[in-house]
């Protein structure tokens, strides 16, 4: 016996006769040992050339192209207060200096244009407004902010991962185009719900002028975070002012006056100022600040806005430092400034009800709420309604329940507003978009959409859940425009609380209705598969 294992015959260096020699290569080698890891980082280096050679986003999806019969034209506008107004007497530690100071206000202007749809002739090469407005590394702090991360190391690494995500986004409309007449003239747009996409319906009469909806973002948002809801919008027939906040709930903005300095605003909150004797201000005193400020920045944006209809354009653009709205001028008469809409999301729906304070005014002349997912923590919600009032609540908002100011569940504090402005005779709605999340309004489920519906549980598709949106907001800025209940508005309330049971997906076609009428009518004929209505002013008012 051995004492120990024989060890296997050493290999020939040389093949068998009549066999060719293969000489290993390095790279060969390597694919073999780590043939998953090499693929996956070649792929990754052939992805990151082709969107350096043709200038596209990692990632980050495109925004796609507005889908109402317009094309839709875009102006940036920054019109400056005069004087300047203190609106709340808060300091920021440290320096003094006034907190909520409004100098200025900054709104993006959503519009339908004369430019032919589908046509590039006149707009292939117009200038589009970049989804991240320069400087990218003040938005960039600002969310570095907003993590409370904020340093010189963070800053950097955010602006550079914002530059590689979104950097080159582009939004899809046509910097300074004309104003299209003819939208304002027949005010057309799709209406899905009671008939096919493709056919139109008269919703204003021939004197009433385009519809301006001024719209309030949420917090840590800007006004280019809502862009393709308020082009929808626009491709409708509507004129949507963005606002940008300067209350210390956006990110980060340039505050500019002609003759003056550059100046910046960014994210802030309460133990960022005192009061001017130095004490410490509660949460509910910043909230309060926070929302007057709001309310007189959109005060100022209407009237701007009745300027430019008044036929004093030319003053807007000539004092706008954001060198846009040479068209402006021709824009008189052709708006309607009497009868404006007020919409918001989170922050900016409690802004916009606390907008509806007291009824319609001369510097609030707001004759109907489009209010998207009210604020949870930015304060007791106003009550004082006495205009017709849609609230849309995204899914994930009417699901997870939270206890609201005074101990009641934030969802039974908001069905009731509604209710009590249905029993003061003024055609209220409050509804859920199921399979909806909390950021499916704004662009960001758009640019990464695997992304959104992974950290925020929406479930439903995100451009067919963003056309959701748009469709309920046609139903209820037509019923604003002649008094006719369509489309949802006409059901009646089937859900006095959420119920997960019946969420997204679970009603299906022809069930318990005629197959071959909801085959005819389309998709958006049968709505249950999409929405729980609460409260409807079809029917009874409260359940």
């Not at 862009?227 to 606002?243: D, Q």
């Not at 249950?528 to 409807?536: E, F």
Request: net charge neutral; charged share 20%; glycine share 8%.
């Amino acid at each position: 016996m051995k004492s120990h294992p024989e060890a296997p015959p050493l290999r020939t260096p040389y093949p068998p006769k009549g066999e060719a020699v293969r000489r290993a290569s390095p790279w060969l080698a390597l694919i073999r040992r780590k043939k998953l890891r090499f693929l996956a980082l070649f792929a990754g280096i052939v992805y990151f050339l082709y969107c350096a050679i043709l200038s596209k986003p990692l990632f980050a999806h495109p925004l796609p192209q507005h889908t109402g019969p317009y094309a839709v034209g875009t102006v940036d506008i920054e019109a400056p207060v005069s004087p300047p107004r203190i609106i709340d007497p808060a300091v920021f530690k440290g320096t003094s200096d006034p907190a909520f100071e409004l100098q200025t206000v900054l709104f993006s202007l959503y519009y339908p244009t004369t430019y032919v749809k589908g046509h590039q002739s006149h707009s292939q090469h117009a200038k589009r407004h970049t989804w991240i407005p320069p400087p990218v590394s003040l938005r960039a702090q600002g969310y570095a902010r907003a993590a409370h991360i904020s340093n010189w190391f963070t800053n950097t690494l955010f602006s550079v991962a914002i530059r590689a995500l979104v950097g080159s986004i582009t939004i899809p409309a046509s910097v300074d185009a004309p104003l299209s007449d003819h939208a304002s003239r027949e005010a057309k747009f799709a209406t899905s719900w009671d008939k096919a996409a493709s056919e139109l319906e008269v919703l204003a009469s021939d004197t009433s002028g385009h519809p301006v909806i001024v719209f309030s973002h949420g917090t840590v948002s800007s006004r280019t975070d809502y862009s393709h809801y308020a082009g929808e919008l626009a491709a409708r027939g509507y004129i949507v002012v963005m606002l940008e906040h300067r209350d210390g709930s956006g990110p980060g903005s340039e505050i500019m006056r002609k003759g003056y300095p550059t100046t910046t605003r960014l994210l802030f909150d309460e133990k960022a100022v005192t009061t001017p004797k130095g004490e410490a201000l509660s949460i509910e005193d910043f909230h309060k600040a926070q929302l007057n400020f709001r309310e007189a920045e959109m005060e100022e944006a209407v009237r701007i806005m009745k300027m430019i209809n008044n036929g004093q354009g030319d003053a807007v653009f000539e004092q706008n430092p954001r060198g846009e709205g040479r068209d402006l001028a021709f824009w008189a008469g052709r708006l309607n400034t009497d009868e404006m809409i007020v919409s918001g999301h989170s922050y900016g729906a409690t802004g916009a009800l606390q907008a509806l304070r007291g009824g319609p005014s001369e510097k609030r002349p707001f004759k109907g709420g489009l209010i998207l997912d009210p604020g949870k923590s930015s304060g007791p919600l106003n009550e004082d309604i006495r205009v017709p009032l849609l609230v849309v609540h995204s899914n994930t908002w009417s699901s997870h329940t939270s206890l609201f100011y005074g101990g009641r569940a934030h969802f039974d504090t908001v069905k009731d507003l509604v209710v009590k402005n249905n029993e003061r005779g003024n055609p209220s709605w409050f509804m859920t978009s199921l399979g909806t999340s909390h950021p499916s309004i704004t662009d960001a489920p758009l640019l990464e959409p695997f992304l959104l519906s992974f950290t925020t549980g929406a479930s439903i598709d995100v451009y067919q859940g963003l056309r959701q949106y748009v469709h309920i907001a046609e139903d209820f800025l037509g019923f604003l425009g002649d008094g006719k209940k369509r489309g949802l508005l006409k059901e009646e309330a089937a859900f006095p609380q959420y119920d997960p049971g019946s969420g997204l997906g679970i009603w299906k076609p022809g069930q318990g209705d005629d197959e071959k009428a909801w085959e005819e009518k389309g998709e958006w004929w049968d709505w249950r598969s999409y929405w729980q209505i609460h409260v409807s002013a079809a029917g009874e008012k409260e359940i």
